[in-house]
């Protein structure tokens, strides 16, 4: 007697597609600002290790991680609002496109130049917030600062977005 095994109760090993790896990304680039300054006074041996990674990189990234938000005091957030917001349109355009798969008209891809001009605008509100600032036309607010960056997350998402997410054409195998 031999014994068949039926095809749908094999697992059969697919390779991690970019879309997981941008997730992870994503999830990462939103829950490490917040949990970092949590993470840098818990004892437990690799946790503030990861906190202190956590930091490096939002010095990096950041131009003004002075300006973060308290969470824990004394230790700040890992990145100022303006770069957070940036991160929470990135996680909105993602949800769009769980719910769309990029078919709405917003996504700023499907129009070529025209979308990556408009894309290109957006993304410079990030720029004009901080100089206005500099120049002292406002004073940084942690509202202003979100939306501003936010606005150029919307710019990032809505052009990368399907890009990033888009299924891979199928393959003859």
Known sequence: MTKTV?????????????????????????????????????????????????????????????MSLMLNPPHLMTVCMRCYGVLLALVTTRLLFIRDRGTGPYWLNQYRFKGATIAFLLIWAYLFEMLAEIWGWWDYHNFIVTLFGYITGLGIGLFLTPVVYRQPSSSVR
């Open 6 to 66: 039926l095809p749908s109760l094999v697992r059969q090993r697919q390779p991690i597609q970019r879309r997981t790896i941008a997730d992870i990304v994503l999830v990462g680039l939103v829950v490490g600002p917040v949990v970092a300054p949590f993470l840098v006074e818990m004892g437990l041996f690799p946790l503030p290790l990861i906190a202190n990674i956590i930091y490096f990189m939002g010095e990096r990234v950041c131009p003004q991680p002075e």
